[in-house]
């Protein structure tokens, strides 16, 4: 089967993104990540891409009005890219409803717990209150309804009584850089090609 293109969407530290890049390494992996791309101009994980001769672009969202305009910006990207995939990494973006339309079912997501519990922000801190003995992570298929989706992986890992919320969240992020590579090849190798009208033929 041939590799899938996938976009990778950041904002900041960018060790998601690397950790699929270096799954993608491996010529066996089913996907070639044909962009990474950030809303933020100063994105850690842009340098970090750069070095490992990965194609980046940002798209600062600050300099959009709107999140259509925002959105419309990175469809024009993902498209001129080839893109037929996209995997979210650490993207503190909410995308507008025709943004997730035009590429439905082909954007996916992790998130720092084990959803359908904590969407949303703080979700170490959260888990710490609700006296929770496992937290983790989720791997997703992107919906209108935020941090909502069909789940394709989950990761779990135990919550210490020591904990603070960032050593949970330094245990969870060490589960997501395994999860997310293993559940984003199985979710590519069933996904079919293009997705991108910029890449179909013309009729
Ligand atoms: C990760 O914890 C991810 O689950 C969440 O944002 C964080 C991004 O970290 N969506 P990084 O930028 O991949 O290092």
């Known amino acids: 089967m041939p590799e899938r293109r996938l976009a990778v ?108 519990k904590y969407p949303g922000l703080d979700t170490h801190a959260r888990a710490l209150a609700a006296g929770d003995t496992m937290a983790g992570c989720t791997v997703h298929i992107v919906t209108e309804t935020l941090d909502d989706g069909p789940v394709l992986a989950r990761a779990q890992v135990p919550v210490l009584p020591a904990d603070t919320p960032e050593t949970l969240a330094a245990r969870v992020l060490a589960a997501e850089h395994r999860l997310y590579p293993h559940a984003l090849a199985d979710f590519l190798r069933t996904l079919p090609p293009s997705g991108n009208p910029g890449a179909a033929p013309m009729r």
């Open 9 to 116: 969407l950041i904002s900041g530290r960018g060790s998601n993104m690397e950790a699929l890049a270096r799954a993608a390494a491996d010529p066996g992996y089913p996907a070639e990540i044909v962009l990474v791309l950030s809303s933020k101009a100063n994105a850690a994980g842009l340098e970090t891409a750069a070095a490992m001769g990965l194609p980046t672009l940002a798209i600062p969202a600050r300099e959009h009005p709107t999140r259509e305009s925002f959105d419309a910006a990175l469809t024009a990207a993902l498209e001129a890219h080839g893109a037929e995939a996209i995997a979210l990494a650490g993207f503190l973006r909410i995308l507008t409803p025709g943004f997730i339309r035009r590429w439905q079912g082909r954007i996916v997501n992790i998130h720092p717990s084990l959803l359908p």
